[in-house]
């Protein structure tokens, strides 16, 4: 049974860093396009960033290129999200997200919500807050 589950959410103050880590038990090796996905206080969830099997392509979301990078160890069944020069903003939930599609991080990333969110796989998310 496959089980996302994240870790390295925490208080940080603006300006500061976090690395997200997110581990896929369940299935040995990845061969799941792997994302991260977000939803603050009273909004909706929105996508961050998404990786393929290999490594090889990422997507990100417009607004965080350049502060945020995904990558992935699939040795450790393990994907990650460093997010740099945090903001207020960017307080909110974080959801690793996996798609049996080794090749489904473009649609993560798409335009299409209904696809985007359609991932096989949810964890129960990280917290992240960051102060001023």
């Known amino acids: 049974q496959v089980q996302l589950v994240e870790s390295g959410g925490g208080l940080v103050q603006a300006g500061g860093s976090l690395r997200l880590s997110c581990a896929d038990s369940?299935?040995?090796?990845?061969?799941?396009?792997m994302g991260w996905f977000r939803q603050a206080p009273g909004k909706e969830r929105e996508f961050v960033a998404a990786?393929?099997?290999?490594?090889?392509?990422?997507y990100y979301a417009d607004s965080l290129k350049g502060r945020f990078t995904i990558s992935r160890d699939n040795a450790k069944n393990t994907v990650y999200l460093q997010m740099n020069d945090l903001k207020a903003e960017d307080t909110a939930v974080y959801y690793c997200?996996?798609?049996?599609?080794?090749?489904?991080?473009?649609?993560?990333?798409?335009?299409?919500?209904?696809?985007?969110?359609?991932?096989?796989?949810w964890g129960k998310g990280t917290l992240v807050i960051v102060s001023t």
């Open positions: 990786i393929d099997w290999s490594g090889d392509s990422t």
């Open positions: 997200a996996a798609d049996n599609d080794p090749f489904g991080a473009h649609i993560m990333g798409g335009p299409t919500p209904a696809l985007r969110y359609a991932v096989d796989y």
């Open positions: 369940g299935r040995t090796p990845s061969s799941s396009a």
